[in-house]
């Protein structure tokens, strides 16, 4: 870095700033595999020079594929659904209370991870499971807004 500033006579931070924000636009426009006109259309309000913006399309496009399959290597490996189990457990009476109402969800989720099984077992009260159902609900809805279609598009 003390090389570059000495030759572009330009500070370090100023370099540094610079390269991280390339690498930022060519791994978030990689990770959404946009194209040449959406690319163009992210450069264009830079205020960059049509033959910067031509080089650094060029160099997107070249790389692209490459940054893209980094990227998936660099991903964690999370772990995938395979079956559930479950099971609700009802407590009437104890030795203080004789009349009472405990309700348990016992749930047993089998997940797959690098060709391996593991299962997690989950306990939970009924109002908390339908909290957790309508949560879930709601995150599907919101799937279908045009907003997450178009992220969703992207990604693929």
């Not at 370099?15 to 930022?24: A, D, F, P, R, T």
């Not at 690319?39 to 205020?47: A, C, K, M, Y």
Request: with cysteine; net charge neutral; glycine share 4%.
């Amino acid at each position: 870095c003390a090389f570059l500033k000495g030759k572009l006579n330009v500070a370090v931070d100023t370099i540094q700033h610079g390269v991280e924000g390339l690498m930022y636009l060519l791994t978030e426009s990689s990770k959404l595999m946009i194209s040449e006109l959406d690319f163009q259309d992210s450069i264009h309000v830079l205020g960059f020079s049509d033959e910067l913006n031509k080089l650094l399309l060029q160099l997107y496009l070249d790389n692209r594929r490459e940054i893209r399959s980094i990227l998936g290597e660099l991903a964690p490996k999370l772990p995938s659904y395979h079956s559930l189990e479950w099971r609700l457990d009802v407590q009437l009476a104890s030795r203080s209370l004789r009349q009472q109402i405990k309700p348990a969800v016992t749930l047993k989720l089998h997940l797959n991870q690098n060709e391996d099984q593991t299962a997690r077992v989950l306990q939970t009260d009924p109002s908390t499971l339908l909290h957790l159902i309508q949560q879930l609900e709601q995150a599907l809805g919101e799937m279908k807004t045009n907003h997450c279609r178009r992220i969703v598009r992207n990604m693929k």
